[in-house]
């Protein structure tokens, strides 16, 4: 009989040295790159500091870089948003640590939490909002590392979805 049940281990699995892989000192794929930005969400003291509230402008800050990627730290008083954009050639990860987001796409409305994350791909376009009453702070991890950010003349509820940038 040769079914999976008759799959026996004989000794410690571990002890397989081509099973061990040393780990990556960057983040290669999308699941290692949302877990980098939800390692920084959890550690307050490096993100929280850092934080400023602009009225006239969103803030943001390069927090992190690393081989083809960039982490930026950004903040929403009520009322700011991004306009209606894309992300040329970068994928990237949004994670709201703090307030609410309302992310405007063709495909409809999503109100993001702290917690939140959202994974997107080149030329996802979006629009991304604070329409509460308190400000917001979002992580956002960009790879490669971002070199534009195309603006949209419609609004993204009718034309497409997702993520803030450091460009204004």
């Known amino acids: 009989?040769?079914?999976?049940?008759?799959?026996?281990?004989?000794?410690?699995?571990?002890?397989?040295?081509?099973?061990?892989?040393?780990?990556?000192?960057?983040?290669?794929?999308?699941?290692?790159?949302?877990?980098?930005?939800?390692?920084?969400?959890?550690?307050?003291?490096?993100?929280?500091?850092?934080?400023?509230?602009?009225?006239?402008?969103?803030?943001y800050h390069r927090l992190?870089?690393?081989?083809?990627?960039?982490?930026?730290?950004?903040?929403?008083v009520p009322g700011q948003g991004s306009g209606p954009h894309d992300h040329g050639p970068s994928s990237g990860v949004l994670t709201v640590l703090d307030g609410t987001l309302t992310e405007h796409t063709r495909r409809g409305t999503r109100v993001l939490r702290p917690g939140a994350q959202h994974v997107f791909v080149p030329g996802y376009a979006h629009e991304v909002v604070n329409d509460s009453l308190e400000p917001a702070v979002s992580l956002h991890v960009y790879f490669p590392?971002?070199?534009?950010?195309?603006?949209?003349?419609?609004?993204?509820?009718?034309?497409?979805p997702h993520d803030a940038v450091p460009a204004a």
């Not at 992190?64 to 929403?76: A, C, F, I, K």
């Not at 590392?145 to 497409?160: D, F, K, Q, V």
């Open 1 to 59: 009989m040769n079914s999976d049940s008759d799959l026996q281990i004989a000794g410690d699995i571990l002890e397989v040295p081509h099973l061990l892989q040393p780990p990556r000192e960057h983040p290669a794929t999308v699941a290692e790159f949302a877990g980098l930005a939800r390692s920084i969400a959890a550690d307050r003291s490096r993100w929280e500091p850092l934080v400023r509230y602009d009225a006239t402008t969103r803030w």
């Open 64 to 76: 992190h870089t690393g081989p083809g990627y960039e982490v930026w730290l950004l903040s929403w």
């Open 145 to 160: 590392g971002l070199t534009e950010m195309p603006m949209h003349a419609a609004r993204c509820a009718a034309s497409a």
